[in-house]
């Protein structure tokens, strides 16, 4: 049974940053395609980061742009999201989703991933 399993949410102020980590428990997800999506309280799940293939390519939602950067180690079986410059606005529980079937715009999509972690929070304060 696949298990994502993220870490590295928490409090911090505007400008912060956080770095986030999803393992896979079962150490078998390392050539698939992998994404960070998060909700925020009274919002839909939104598409934040995705990376796919032995290349490491990477595709990011407009709104995160040059201050996310995913990026995976597959000797630790690890996906990571880097956030810098952190706002208010990226207040959310972030989710860690795994082997998206489809590429191109699909990656945005939530129901084309099979696996999801539990979230973790991510609070900026003003």
């Known amino acids: 049974q696949v298990r994502l399993i993220e870490s590295g949410g928490g409090l911090v102020q505007a400008g912060g940053s956080l770095r986030l980590s999803c393992a896979d428990s079962t150490r078998t997800l390392s050539r698939v395609a992998m994404g960070w999506f998060r909700q925020a309280p009274g919002k839909e799940r939104e598409f934040v980061a995705a990376i796919r293939g032995s290349a490491g390519v990477t595709v990011y939602a407009d709104s995160v742009k040059g201050r996310f950067t995913i990026s995976r180690d597959n000797a630790d079986n690890t996906v990571y999201l880097q956030i810098n410059s952190l706002k208010p606005e990226d207040t959310a529980v972030y989710y860690c989703?795994?082997?998206?079937?489809?590429?191109?715009?699909?990656?945005?999509?939530?129901?084309?991933?099979?696996?999801w972690g539990q979230g973790t929070q991510v609070t900026v304060s003003p």
């Open positions: 989703a795994a082997q998206a079937t489809y590429y191109g715009s699909a990656l945005f999509d939530t129901a084309n991933y099979r696996y």
